[in-house]
C-alpha cells in the first residue's frame, strides 16, 4: 500500500495536520478520555497523511519517527480513537485500515496495490443522493467505497 503524505490542505478545506490534530486532542479531552503519548503520536501521524494505513503501517511509521510504541499499543489505541468516533476503519481485503473522521470524505480503493484515497464527499454528493434516492439506503461520511486502478497501477 502506498502512503501519500499530505500537504496543508490537500482535501478542500482542511486544517493543517497540526491544526487537525490539535482540535483531535481537544476532542478528546471534552470527552474526558486521556491524551496519552500513543494517541498523540497515532492522531499526529493520520492528521499528515492523505488516506489510510493500517495498523502494522502506523506502527511502523511512528518506529521510523522514533516513536516507541509497541504494535499492541497501536491496536489498542485504533479501537479507542474509532470508538470515539475521531478516526474511522475501513475494511479493505483481509485487514481493516484507518484515518481521520473529522473531515466528510469518501473511498477511492485500488484494485492492484489497496491504497486509498480519500475523495471529499461534495465531490460524489450527486451520486449519493441518487443511492439513496434509488436504495432507500443513507450513505454517511466514509461510507462509500469505489473501486478501481490508482494512477501507479494503470
Do not use: K, N
Not at 494517541?39 to 516507541?68: D, K, N, T, Y
Not at 509497541?70 to 481493516?96: C, F, I, W
Not at 454528493?125 to 461510507?143: I, K, N, W, Y
Amino acid at each position: 500500500m502506498v502512503v501519500v503524505v499530505a500537504g496543508p490542505g490537500s482535501l478542500p478545506g482542511t486544517l493543517s495536520s497540526e491544526a487537525r490534530t490539535e482540535r483531535a486532542l481537544r476532542q478528546l479531552a471534552a470527552l474526558g478520555v486521556r491524551r496519552t503519548v500513543a494517541r498523540r503520536h497515532v492522531l499526529g501521524l493520520l492528521a499528515g497523511v492523505q488516506g489510510h494505513l493500517s495498523a502494522m503501517q502506523i506502527h511502523h511509521l511512528l518506529r521510523a519517527r522514533g516513536a516507541e510504541v509497541d504494535l499492541s499499543t497501536v491496536h489498542r489505541t485504533m479501537v479507542t480513537l474509532t470508538e470515539l468516533g475521531l478516526v474511522h476503519g475501513l475494511p479493505t481485503g483481509t485487514l481493516a485500515t484507518y484515518g481521520m473522521a473529522d473531515v466528510p470524505h469518501q473511498h477511492a480503493v485500488c484494485r492492484g496495490c489497496a491504497q486509498v484515497v480519500e475523495v471529499p464527499s461534495e465531490c460524489l454528493a450527486s451520486a449519493t443522493a441518487s443511492v439513496e434516492v434509488v436504495t432507500g439506503f443513507r450513505l454517511g461520511a466514509a461510507d462509500l467505497m469505489i473501486f478501481g486502478w490508482c494512477p501507479a497501477c494503470r
